[in-house]
Structure formats: structure tokens, C-alpha cells
């Protein structure tokens, strides 16, 4: 459970310049200076390329890399061949359909998401945003049928005694919690599995509990995984009553009191194919303009 | 600010039968009876098609719409116009490409977003999933540059504040918030944006406060925003200092008491094109099988 915090060890400070700019490459149109959000590349008289400053700090996030109009700038932490011309060949109507399209899966098949594919899903989840750029959001990965059992068992005792300290004292059975509850105990109780669906995998999410952005990082990594899962036919669901209140998993999943639980998504082959979009109530928004 | 909280008015349990069934059309599969997941579609004996269950409750998820396979169920609430058949016109390496390539923008042309744009990215954030389906989540659109700029000064004002607090109590200036702080500040001061980055729209999401998974009801939703915005050329920036801590713009943007601001988000045209990918470090993850 080794964490990247560069801002927090100071490491982010540092004078070894990250960022490499070919000088044959370079048209000095000063676009990597403009992009760069600790003001790090500066930009020099005339028509010679920038340089990477003395004291400069860098949140690895590449933009100059990216931005660079002549492929000039490289990362020295960056591989060339991770560095891809952007290639936009979708559609805002496509994507509109991929998002609606996606649906929360409660009813997987029985096969297995392969290791390769779950490799994927981490992999793209790691691209999505976070604060600073630290990137501070680590994934643990259960294929265990076991092991989800197990988790499981956790979340439906701690439901269990909540269920039954309500009733105790005296709190109205039509109480949000108990209309959740019970029938969710009554299922289990049957042989079924209403936390996890009998889903062949399960992704936690979890970041530093100092950082008060982590429950963000975290919910939109998850978010990206999602969505690349769905794109390959894999389909999700996050499990609210896993992490929501966080103890039960945390202790469960055996997480350091550094850490703190954010966001558990079963993830499986569906059962069921969704053939329709359907429809939401409209976004209650206010204009102020 | 009207909120629409079924399970906390008690309207989701109710006896009107939502869902509707066409005989001639119900080839009586059963999808619809395992997917609904408060169980309420109940399965008749033989080939009759399934009821709606008499004291059913309805989640108004639309999965039973969505998963008949030859479009028997309709509910009441949806009208068929916005029922569409799920087109999977795209490739996992295409949503790749997509997630990858979306960055975080903080450099906007003057072109404001339309109004109809905006209304678009919304309604598409309106589709993200959400605990139990209750949409719990509010956006408040701002698109006055007075607006926008009062907002960014309440903020300047908190961290100014706040530097000069932990200035004063003599905390060492190499901690990250006095490391933030001071370019935010002196950028400020230098007549700069730092906070909204001159972006010509800001969208706010905010939850009930007593819902305890409004934090990630908005954390989705805005990021299927800025995934439909990023589909259109319309960029965008979590802005992490207008919302963390949240009271500032809570305070800023008027809400009541009854509610918690959870995300803000820059959007606009970008200024500079990115081009490339970038290389994020490899998820940290540990496997459990």
C-alpha cells in the first residue's frame, strides 16, 4: 500500500527538470508555457525555446506534453509510447447513447471477468482526474468467490443489528432503513446475495483519510472504470450499502486507519441485456445568468 | 428548490400500477420480473403475462422497459419518445481514447456556452446512477460574469484569511495549503482568475444535506457532465478551492441549510487544443483472488 504523495513529502518541489523540449522541434509558439499550472516552463527572448525552470515544480500532468503542437515536449517519467495523438472519433450523439446506455447491473453471469480486463478497467480509472494531480486513490480487487461472501456476511450483520436496534427502540417500521433492510435480511436469509449479486468481482476504492479530495478521487476514478467496463460488455454496480457507512468495509478489507473507504462497484457479465434507454426525472437546475 | 425524495415522503410506496404490460406484445420471458429490483413485477402462472404487483413499489428505474426484449412495458412516467433503442455504436478503444483524452482545462476562449448546450450536458448529468435511484442532486448553472467573479472573490477572501491565520500561528510555510495559497493569491492580486480561470460558465451541484450519499450522487453526475461536455468541445476544471471546505460557496450561492454543495465545475471552449495523451502512474492496486 505504497502512496504517491508528492505535495505531502515535498518531493513535487524539486529542481530536476522533468520536462524535455527538442530545440529542433520547437517553434516557440509558447502554448506549453501558457498551460502549464505551477508556471513552471518560462518562456525566453525571442524565437528560442522555453526552458524548464531552475526551481520549477512539476504536477506530472502533462499538459505541456500534450498541448505541444510540434511533438517537441517529453516527460522524463512518461514513455513515448504512452504518449498518443489524440484521436477523436466519436460523436457527442454516440456518447450521449454510451452514457445513457449505462445501466446498474444486478444480475451477472456466472463468468469470470479476466484478469487482463480488470487490468484495463485500473489502467483507465488511473486516467481520471484528481486533486493536484496526486493521483491519491487505491483500488483493491477481489475475485474471490470466498472472499465477497465474506464481505458480504460483514454487511448484512452490521444491517442486521442495525435493523434490530431500531426495532428496539421503538423507531417506525416505515423508517426509510427498515423499508431497505428488511427485505435485503429477508434475502439473504433465502440463499440470496443482495449486497453483491452474486457478482464474480468487486473493485474497492480508497484514498488517504488526511485528504479531504478523496472521497472525489475516488468516486470519479470509479466512474471511469465503470464506464470503460461498460464499453467492453462488463457491467457494474456500486454497492452503497458497502461503504456507506465506510467501517464495516474498511475493517472487512483490513485498510489502515490512513486510508479511508470511498467507493466499492460489483463487476461482472450481465445476466440480462438492456435494450432501451429510459428516462429520468429533468436535472433540477437553477439559472442564474 | 423542490426536491423529489420518494422514499422520504413515503410516495414510493404506493399502490398505482406504474408499469403497464401489453398482452399482445408479452411473450411472458420473465426479464422484467427478475430485473425490477424492489421485486414488484410479479410472474402469473403459464404464458399470462406478469402484473404489476398490487401494494408494489416502484423505483421508477425503468430496467423493466429497458430489458423487454419486445418492448411490452412501458411506464407511465416515460414517455415513449425518450424510451431509444440502445445503439452500441462504440469500440472499448474508442471510450478509451475518449476518458484519456479528456483534460483538465483551465485555459477558456471568450465564446460562451450556449444556453442550450448547457441545458444538454445537464440532461445528460440528470442520467447518471444514483442511490436508489432518487436523483437527489441539484445544479445551480451561473453564467454572469459578475456572478462568477463575486464567487471568485469569497474564495480569494477564505484563503487569504486562512493564510494569514496560519501565517500568524507560525506554520511552516512549506505546508501544501501556505504552498497553494500564496501563488493563488499573488496571481489574484496581479488581476488574474486563479480560482474560475475566466471560464464564461460555472455549474454547482448540491445534494439534500441529510442524504449521505449526495456527495457521490453529485461527484457522478458532474462527471457525466463533463464527459458529455468534453464529447461537444466544451471543456472543463473541477474546481476543488470554490467547494473544499463547502461552506464558502454554499454561503456564496445562497443555499439553505437543507442542503450541501458537493462539486462546482468550470466549463467553456478551450483556449489551447491538446493533442496527445499522457501517462498517468500505474494504479495502485492490491489483488485479492
Known sequence: M??????ETGEAIQAKPLVEIDPAKCVACGQCVSVCPPHSIIRQEGKTPPKFADNGWC?????CVSVCPTGALSHIEMAPENIRAIDPAWTPE???MFLRSKRSVRHFSDKPVARETLEKLLEVAAQAPSDANQQDRSFMVLTDRALIDGYEAAVIKHFRDTHDQLLASGVDPMFWKLLY???LLAKYDAGEHPIFRGAP?????YARKDNNF????????MD???LMAHSMGVESCIVGFSFNPSEIGHKFLGLSDKYQLHSVVALGYPKYRFRRTVQRRPADVIWRS
Open 201 to 205: 468481482s468487486v473493485v474497492c476504492a
Open 94 to 96: 454516440m456518447i450521449e
Open 214 to 221: 478523496g472521497w472525489y478521487n475516488c468516486a470519479i476514478a
Open 181 to 183: 433492510i428488511r427485505p
Open 59 to 63: 504536477l506530472r500532468c502533462g499538459h
Open 224 to 226: 471511469y472504470l465503470m
Open 2 to 7: 505504497t502512496k504517491n504523495s508528492a505535495l
